[in-house]
Structure formats: C-alpha cells, structure tokens
C-alpha cells in the first residue's frame, strides 16, 4: 500500500505561516495526485496525472512551475483499487458512499470522483502578502465560483480525526475540469452519475521544513483554536 506525503501542517495555516518551504519539483517525487495551496495562500492546488494545476482568485488556471514553493501539500502514487458507479449524488453523500464500502475511518484514503457534473461550486483564496494574517482572516478574501454542465475531476483525501491538526479531519476536496479553466476548493456539488474511485493510504510522511526559521521558531495554536480557524474560514 502506499503512504501520504504531506508537507506542512493545516495548523501551521492557521497561524499564518504562508511562506512557500518546499518547491513543486521536490512535491511531485513524492506522488502524481494530491492538492495543497502556493506561498501566500494563493489559490488551491490540484495535481491530477503528474500535472500540477493553481486555481488563482481571478478564476483562471495555470500549470504552477517547478521552482515555486508551497507551504502545505498532500500527495500520494495513485493506485485506486475500489471503483463505483454513482448515480443522483452530491457532495454531502460521499462519506455514506464511502462508508458503505469500506471501513477507512481511521486511516488516510484518496478520493478521485469524475464525470459530468450538474453544478460544481468552488472557492479561491486570493494571494496575501506579508505580514501574514491568520487563515480565518482570510474568509473574506475568497472568491467564490459556480459551474453547471462541467466535465471534470474531484482530487482529495479523507483525513481521520485522530490526525486533525496536522490535517483537515474530514473530507479536504479540490476541483478541475476537463479544459483547465475551472477550478479550486470544492464546497458542493450535484451530479447525474461520476465515478468515485479511492485509494486506502497505510500510512503519514509527514514532511515539516525545519530549514525554515519563522517555522522552528513559531508556538502553535492549540486544538480548540484551530477547530474555530477552520470553521470561520470555510
């Protein structure tokens, strides 16, 4: 089985450290499907076949280069051995779907759904600049976006709550379409039928960039603060 590679920590956003430790190229050894955000918390990133895809604020979608950096990402070698055809679904039927085939609750799995999607909303969260602000003061610089009729893909992963913290506990979704042009953070959707495919993870690289000395030097939030971050941002 294979592992998630994750670089970062969703606590760390939540204290603002946005600054870029780890360059795609150095992302990408690790794994060819995955998401994560750029420096500053510009935009969401999708990475789907090897290619690695930013949703900028502006609504547009560009390949990132290999020499830009992140500060959180996740990415694992896609291998998906369960399949299943879904008919009538959105976003909110997921975990049931899942649920009903497999008992992942306590491990990592990376979810692909794709097919033709009735509606697809997404948000982006526009570039910040230093000095940084927390990520719930971010809340108000998201753009939102809405697509009907779009073929595309949903890249993410199912964190356990055991791991909340370190990631988001729960289901962390980006979207793609076919053409390139849509895009971001996944908050709902509605499809006719898609095919969701996912991957049973045994295991957390977890990947911290102790070069960086913001990050070495940097107290954390505690627990209770960022589950209130994490709620006001979304």
Known sequence: MA??????????????????????SDLLKHG??????AEGLNGELIILDGAPYQALADGTIRVIGDDELLPFAN???ADFEGRAVLSDIEMKDVDATLAKE????????????????????TRVVKQQERPYPTLSE???????????DVRGTVVGYYTPDLF????????????IDDQHEFGGHLLDFKADQVKLS????????????????EFMAHEASDAEKIQQSISESE
């Open 3 to 24: 592992k998630l590679f994750q670089h970062g920590t969703l606590a760390m956003l939540v204290d603002g450290l946005f600054g870029g430790t780890l360059a795609v």
């Open 32 to 37: 060819d499907f995955g998401i994560g955000t």
């Open 75 to 77: 990415v694992n070698s």
């Open 102 to 121: 497999l008992s992942y609750q306590n491990t990592f799995v990376a979810i692909k759904i794709s097919g033709t999607f009735r509606t697809v909303q």
């Open 138 to 148: 971010t809340a108000s610089k998201q753009q939102v976006f809405n697509a009907e």
């Open 164 to 175: 909340h913290g370190a990631g988001v506990a729960g289901m962390h979704l980006h979207f």
């Open 198 to 213: 996912w991957q049973l993870l045994d295991g957390l690289d977890l990947n911290l960039p102790i070069q960086d000395a």
